[in-house]
């Protein structure tokens, strides 16, 4: 009798629980994130990637993440998939490589992350050292299809228009033009190589859309001319301008994609960081924003500590805070902190046409 009461309690228990919605993290803003992008929000899919050497799976990274970890993610600490996570009051979701194949649909309903640091929007970008963004919508495919088994249809389409999607990508597709020959800018001059970019993310967006995404939170792309490792290029540690001008005028292309998107799928909501905004402000004005060092990496070896990448036999600075990049291309776990609040909280022209806290409250 007592077995039985026990029993049907639990059955009980597991019907409420389906019902709210997918259990169990009550507090959480959304059921879940979903993140594609590059090592701006690796969480540790490339420690997966036995033939990349694009990793960060070994010390001084991780060194203000909590045990010290190296944990694969390209920072000292926490990246802005793990902040954009926090503020949505949702653990970070996994990296897709670390869910074992042979688990079920629910390891997916929380959220899962399948950005990989080196990806860009093209396959030719870092290919064979990353995931691409193709082939992290391919995954993503594959998630939607055990959702909509485990789930059904209807539950699996409600459950993913209420998450929130995170793109963050384009840095290194146009970190690799910049650094390409001449005589390959002169075929293909920066806007037409902008509007490549932003033709084949309209592809890659739509199939994501396609697959049930209807909340898309676009984190654009910095300054990235300023990153250590192009300023070391410069006689004067100047930020290379072109660039900075390119990162501008892909951030201008997909903001009027998402912006044709959300006209033609009036389901479609979205919401876009100006990240180059928002740090070129940090670099420009350092003391109103707490930085003491806005040209040199933390971690590295030789001029801005530029030259070689932070691997152990580099050294890193004392203060982690007062610092805006980790290494010769990432910010620290500050910076990252900063930039996820202002896209979370903040408005135009830093974020809009609304931003994630608004995203994810419709
Ligand atoms: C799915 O996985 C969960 C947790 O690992 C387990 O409790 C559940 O029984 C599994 N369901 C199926 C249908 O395999
Ligand atoms: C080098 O830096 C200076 C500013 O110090 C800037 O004006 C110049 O455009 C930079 N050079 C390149 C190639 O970007
Ligand atoms: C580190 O830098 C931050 C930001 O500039 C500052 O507030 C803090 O006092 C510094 N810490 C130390 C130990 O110098």
Redesign the pocket.
């Known amino acids: 009798m007592a077995s039985k009461l026990t029993c049907s309690c639990l059955v009980l228990l597991v019907l409420v629980c389906m019902g709210c919605g997918i259990c169990c993290y009550g507090e959480g803003m959304v059921p879940a994130v979903y993140v594609f992008g590059d090592s701006l929000a690796d969480v540790g899919n490339n420690n997966h990637l036995d033939l990349s050497i694009i990793k960060a799976d070994f010390p001084h990274n991780g060194v203000d993440y909590p045990g010290r970890k190296a944990t694969g993610r390209f920072g000292n600490g926490k990246n802005s998939a793990d902040f954009l996570a926090e503020k949505l009051g949702l653990p970070t979701s996994p990296p897709y490589l670390s869910i074992s194949s042979n688990s079920n649909a629910s390891a997916f309903v929380d959220g899962v992350n399948f950005a990989s640091g080196g990806a860009g929007v093209l396959d030719s970008t870092n290919s064979d050292q990353c995931i691409a963004l193709n082939k992290q919508i391919d995954y993503y495919s594959t998630v939607y299809g055990a959702l909509v088994q485990q789930l059904g249809s209807d539950q699996a389409q409600s459950h993913l228009a209420k998450s929130i999607f995170v793109i963050v990508i384009g840095s290194n597709d146009m970190l690799h033009y910049v650094k390409s020959s001449s005589q390959n800018k002169l075929k293909s001059p920066q806007q037409q190589f902008v509007d490549s970019l932003v033709s084949s993310l309209d592809g890659q967006l739509k199939r994501i859309y396609n697959l049930g995404a209807r909340k898309f939170a676009f984190i654009g792309t910095g300054p990235i ?1 300023c990153c250590p490792s192009m300023r070391k290029q ?1 006689k ?1 540690e ?5 660039a900075n001008d390119m990162s501008v005028l892909y951030n201008k292309g997909v903001t009027s994609l998402l912006q044709n998107m959300a006209t033609d799928f009036g389901d479609m909501s979205y919401s876009f960081f100006d990240t180059s905004l928002a740090l070129l402000e940090y670099i420009q004005q350092p003391a109103t924003y707490g930085f003491a060092e806005v040209k040199a990496a933390c971690c590295g070896l030789g001029d801005l500590n530029a030259k070689i990448a932070c691997i152990p036999i580099s050294t890193y600075c004392a203060n982690r805070s007062d610092h805006i990049f980790w290494d010769f291309y990432h910010p620290t776990e500050t910076t990252a902190g900063m930039l996820s609040s202002t896209a979370f909280d903040e408005s135009a022209p830093y974020v809009y046409p609304m931003n994630i806290r608004q995203l994810a409250a419709l």
């Open positions: 001319g410069n004067t100047g930020c290379n301008q072109e």
